[in-house]
């Protein structure tokens, strides 16, 4: 099955009554890390990126790309490491420290920074640790859909789903199990998920892109305690701004309050009509939030 990756924007635009008369400018980036690892991503734009934009685990940067089009200003998205297009670490050590570091190394080998970060899901908890390891490169900071009380009861529905088969015998196969997942989201949004996320092997298997997780040396499957990143909120001297899926239970109320106990400025949005994946269920409207947040006074 033939994949390119920025053919499907228009299918993208169409979809969500986005203009397309002209393709966007957009292309593949890569940034060399010092252990010879490539570091890669989606540059949204020819001029310097308004926001840096992170996703969450088992995903990639193409989940950003309707609310990128939808935006229609310079952005930078990024492949964690192990996702997307980035390579996968040897001893798959992806703790939320090493990827700060890497993008760190990135941000910096482009001349960037600070910028507006904006963190989905396991983002998020890399942005936190970027916010408390490379503050200087953090303009403001948005978490999207988690806080480091996330556990793994509040995660179970994600960790289920990553945690399914290794292997599928066809393409129709690994999309059924997808839309089975996401019940609220097209099934064209979904195939061209599917698109950017999987590959087929030489034998005619679909697999997933992403590594499957090791997190932090824990257990296939196990969320660890990323409670330690609270204390990067302590001392943020930038804006927090969170954005909470009303379908979500990742973040609960006490993490909100324990967010503004620790950062009482701190912004809270609830979209009403998302689940934990915001710029997937409601990219027009997030994209929408995000030039307020790029856009808002210190």
């Known amino acids: 099955m033939e994949y390119d990756e920025f ?15 002209t393709p966007p400018a957009v292309a593949r980036i890569e940034v060399s890390l010092p252990d010879g690892r490539a570091l890669r991503g989606i540059q949204w734009g020819t001029t310097t990126p308004e926001a ?6 088992a995903q990639n940067a193409h989940t950003w790309d309707t609310v990128a089009l939808a935006y229609g200003r310079p952005l930078l998205a990024l492949d964690l490491p192990g ?7 040897p001893d798959q050590a992806y ?13 910096r080998a482009r001349s960037l920074g600070p910028l507006p970060i904006v963190g989905m899901s396991m983002g998020g908890l890399t942005a936190l640790a970027l916010l408390e390891r490379h503050p200087d490169l953090v303009g403001r900071l948005m978490l999207v859909d ?3 009380g996330v556990d793994g009861e509040k995660a179970e529905p994600i960790i289920a789903f990553v945690n399914g088969p290794e292997s599928f015998a ?15 989201r097209s099934e064209s949004s979904l195939r061209r998920g599917v698109m950017h996320n999987a590959r087929q092997r030489s034998d005619g298997r679909w697999v997933w892109r992403y590594d499957r997780l090791r997190y932090e040396g824990a257990d296939h499957g196990h969320v660890p305690d990323y409670g330690g990143l609270w204390t990067a909120l ?7 701004w969170l954005a909470r899926g009303a379908r979500s ?18 912004r809270v949005d609830v979209f009403e009509n998302a689940g934990h994946s915001i710029q997937g269920d409601a990219p027009l409207e997030f994209a929408a939030h995000l030039a307020t947040f790029v856009d808002a006074l210190p």
């Open 83 to 89: 996702h997307g297009h980035s390579d996968w670490r």
């Open 249 to 266: 239970g990742v973040v609960t109320d006490d993490d909100v309050a324990e967010l503004l106990a620790r950062v009482p400025s701190a």
């Open 7 to 21: 053919g499907f924007l228009a299918e993208n635009a169409s979809e969500y009554g986005l203009p397309f008369d």
């Open 95 to 107: 703790t939320m420290a090493s990827n700060a570091d890497d993008l760190a190394f990135a941000l």
């Open 170 to 184: 066809s393409f129709d196969e690994i999309l059924a199990r997808t839309i089975a997942h996401n019940p609220t």
């Open 234 to 240: 302590d001392t943020a001297r930038v804006p927090i």
């Open 146 to 148: 988690v806080t480091p």
């Open 52 to 57: 840096v934009l992170i996703h969450g685990g």
